[in-house]
């Protein structure tokens, strides 16, 4: 059916993240005309919130760095978590790692580095030190004026409306998206729009070949010669959609920029047919309110105890995040909790990864930290139980004098050294404080199923033509494991790849 469109390219990329913008990537270094449909006025997503880190086993980033690595050994770690579980999207993953690092370091503007960040479970296949890697803090001179108002600014300074400093490197997750839209913009094939939502599939359930989006109030129907890469997250921020699926926790306990993955383009791929998966599931951690009412990531606690609505303690306070937020939401008397801490903190969160806390003074007048002379006056200020809250840190405290925490194995992972050794501080001296902890996610981890290609099937496992995703668009493989750092990213990125070498030919 000939179509009339407003713009026509061969590949159309809806999103902007790590996952999309490799694609974007390659489908533009293969010659064909590549546009980026970005529903807000910057690129990067959550992935310009991460730390940037890439679980991609088996590569030339892990031999240089002499890191004991292989694809056999991830392959045997994913199966101690998964099972059979998505074995052909898993197998596919595996292979395609190491080849998609190579084509991408052939770039000069694509450059990483191991860093060590444990994997996220004891199981037969784990490295120690962890096998994920980031790339390269970017010079922002490097990607010049124009490409750099394009990025997302940091975390603090986007929820304070600023744009980025020009002054200062782009790292982690910024990094990641500065270095591939450079790499994008160099192809001479790139186009990237923003400020356009994109809310509709053009096609059958045969066949798509555009999209429809709003642009400054005015629908614009682009069309796509070669395919369309749903690459635009999840539906974090969409209320309705996480009540219809059962999504625990609330969209605006979500990590994702303002704005963003509000689920569009997976209502527009059901419509046409699409079969999902994983609806109800999501990238899980726990979170810190901030004085000016938004939530923020939070993990690694090094000092204090996490206390749930009754003062007991209920989990490892040093699990990975993911972990961490499956223990949360077991029971309903853990969200909110409490991470209890002393004087030694002078009020700021003994955690490794935190958000910008500020002055604790800004967090007493909020009331998102509270302080005390006494443990008994703290349960009062917190509404827990002070005997239990009492009990709870004196058994904490003979714990931490012993350097074994007998109950939860605090000291004994090697993700929990990884945070610095001891793990392990009695709290028994005032000030005493308590920060409240509550259910986030980076993320919903449910949406379209896939193939190995990553091509979107149909409920009766057909693919339908032109039409693609990756990352959090599309069901994960990893169902409800968190394998390591990096994944979510690391996934994104391989099937966004295979669609543009399946959309290449």
């Known amino acids: 059916m000939t179509q009339e469109w407003d713009e026509e390219y061969d590949v159309v990329v809806v999103g902007s993240g790590g996952g999309a913008l490799t694609g974007a990537y390659l489908a533009a270094r293969a010659g064909l005309d590549t546009v980026v449909v970005e529903r807000t006025g910057s690129l990067g997503g959550t992935s310009s919130y991460s730390g940037g880190a890439m679980w991609l086993p088996g590569t030339s980033v892990q031999r240089r760095a002499g890191v004991p690595d292989s694809t056999e050994s991830a392959r045997t770690y994913l199966r101690a978590l998964l099972g059979d579980s998505g074995e052909a999207k898993r197998e596919t993953f595996l292979a395609q790692a190491p080849a998609l690092v190579e084509r991408l370091e052939e770039d000069p503007a694509l450059t990483f580095a191991f860093q060590v960040f444990p994997d996220y479970y004891e199981r037969p296949g784990r490295v120690p030190g962890g096998r994920s890697f980031i790339p390269r803090a970017l010079d922002p001179a490097e990607l010049g004026d124009a490409l750099l108002a394009l990025v997302r600014p940091p975390l603090d300074r986007d929820r304070a409306g600023q744009g980025n400093d020009p002054s200062a490197p782009l790292t982690a997750g910024r990094a990641l998206i500065g270095r591939l839209l450079l790499a994008y913009h160099r192809t001479g094939h790139g186009t990237v729009t923003t400020d356009t939502v994109m809310d509709e599939l053009v096609g059958t359930p045969e066949r798509v070949t555009g999209i429809v989006a709003t642009r400054q109030g005015r629908r614009v129907r682009i069309g796509a010669r070669k395919g369309v890469l749903l690459a635009a997250g999840g539906f974090e921020h969409n209320e309705r959609l996480r009540g219809v699926h059962g999504v625990p926790g609330r969209s605006d306990c979500s990590m994702a920029p303002a704005g963003t993955n509000l689920g569009e383009p997976v209502e527009a791929a059901v419509a046409l ?90 967090h007493l007048e909020a009331g998102t930290l509270v302080k005390a002379d006494t443990l008994e006056e703290l349960a009062g200020l917190i509404g827990v139980n002070a005997d239990r809250l009492t009990e709870t840190v004196e058994r904490f405290n003979g714990f931490a004098d012993n350097g074994k925490d007998e109950e939860f194995g605090r000291e004994v ?38 193939d190995a290609s990553a091509r979107v099937l149909r409920e009766d496992g057909t693919p339908i033509a032109g039409l693609y995703a ?29 669609a543009a070498d399946d959309m290449a030919g």
């Open 413 to 450: 992972d090697e993700f929990g050294h990884w945070f610095g050794d001891p793990v392990l501080h009695p709290v028994r001296e005032a000030p005493y404080y308590a920060a409240r902890i509550v259910l986030c996610d980076l993320g919903t981890k449910g949406g379209l199923v896939t």
């Open 470 to 498: 990756a990352g959090n668009t599309s069901a994960s493989f990893t169902g409800h494991v968190y394998p390591g750092p990096g994944i979510p990213l690391g996934t994104a990125m391989v099937f966004a790849s295979l």
């Open 273 to 362: 047919g699409a079969a999902t998966d994983l609806m109800h599931e999501g990238w899980w951690c726990p979170g810190v309110r901030m004085p000016d009412g938004q939530r923020a990531f939070v993990c690694g606690f090094t000092g204090g105890l996490v206390v749930d609505a009754n003062g007991s303690r209920y989990a490892n306070e040093s699990l990975p995040y993911d972990r961490f937020g499956r223990e949360i939401q077991a029971a309903p008397d853990r969200t909110p909790s409490f991470l209890v801490h002393d004087f030694r903190t002078r009020g700021k969160l003994p955690a490794v990864t935190q958000p910008p806390w500020g002055d604790p003074a800004a």
